[in-house]
């Protein structure tokens, strides 16, 4: 974790190049929009500072987050919508997950047909 970052995201290498000419991203972030009843997940944001960018504070990315979700649903669930942070790397890629809202944890889960 970097020093300088507030909101406890998961660090690059200090905003270093790496060998193939990239930049390493300062820091990360995970907000998973969900549904506190069902834990049923809405919308997943993600968020990548690069070196130099302007770090927004936790509420920010989290109300950011929350205005991804169609109108459809914030309508339809608005008092019953969450934001859990997670780590960056904890969500594997072509997993289904659900959100534990009394532990506040990711629950992987089998895909519903």
């Known amino acids: 974790m970097l020093p300088q970052d507030p909101l406890g995201g998961t660090?690059?290498?200090g905003g270093t190049g790496g060998t193939d000419g990239s930049v390493e991203p300062e820091s990360q972030y995970v907000f998973v929009v969900y549904n506190r009843g069902s834990g049923a997940i809405h919308h997943i944001h993600q968020?990548?500072?690069l070196p130099g960018a302007e770090v927004?504070?936790?509420?920010q990315m989290e109300q950011t987050a929350l205005s991804y979700v169609s109108p459809q649903v914030r309508e339809r669930e608005?008092?019953?919508?969450?934001?859990?942070s997670v780590p960056h790397r904890q969500m594997e890629r072509g997993k289904f997950y659900r959100v534990d809202h009394e532990?506040?944890?990711l629950s992987a889960v089998e895909r519903q047909r």
């Open 11 to 13: 660090g690059g290498t």
């Open 47 to 49: 968020v990548v500072n």
């Open 103 to 105: 532990r506040q944890v």
């Open 78 to 84: 608005a008092a019953d919508l969450a934001v859990l």
């Open 56 to 59: 927004r504070d936790r509420e």
